[in-house]
């Protein structure tokens, strides 16, 4: 019996913009699966020493980005979670959920494929799921390195995808915010309102 292939897109999304969505869904027609969930983030361990905006703003963003696409959904795992999101936990939790018929392909960006080895738990993560590396600029050496440094379970577990390209970051949206510049085109109209209306990044 063929399994199930959902992919998980994890991130903290402050906000998500177009480039998640693009991602996503080039993932999910190129390897032709039945939906994208994705999963903002409650404390992000890469990110103690950062603020962050409220779980509770970043997840409507979230769920006012996606509701366009019948193939994505938005989970509030990490967000209900107390404590930092460690990405084994989120995995077991799904795989409990789901069950043995469902394969998870948890995309993310070519660049942290390379720091996996620093992940809580790696080698488990890599017998739970397949990652995708959509890759950065520059980053696909670092890809097929990291392939080729976990052995068979890297060989086999890691999918890497050139992925369309948008040079657009979080970051670089709340400066603009902050500074009263345009941020049309980079985000859905859904969140831009939602940014303005609750002040968000000033």
Partial sequence: MKKRRIGLLGGTFDPIHLGHLLTADFVLKALDLEQ?????????????NLQVTPAQDRYIMTILA???????????MEIKREGLSYTIDT????????GEQV????????????DLEKWEKFE???KLCFFVAATRPGFMDKV??????FGNLGENKIIWLDTPELNISSTDIRERVKQNLPIKYIVPDVVENYIYKEGLYK
């Fill in 36 to 48: 994208i969930i994705f999963i903002p983030a409650n404390h992000p361990p890469h990110k103690t």
């Fill in 91 to 98: 995995i077991k939790e799904f795989v409990k959920e789901y």
């Fill in 66 to 76: 996606t509701t366009h696409n019948p193939r994505f959904r938005v989970s509030d």
């Fill in 144 to 149: 097929l390195e990291a392939k080729k440094r």
């Fill in 103 to 114: 394969e998870f392909y948890f995309i993310l960006g070519a660049d942290a494929i390379a």
């Fill in 124 to 126: 488990d993560l890599l």
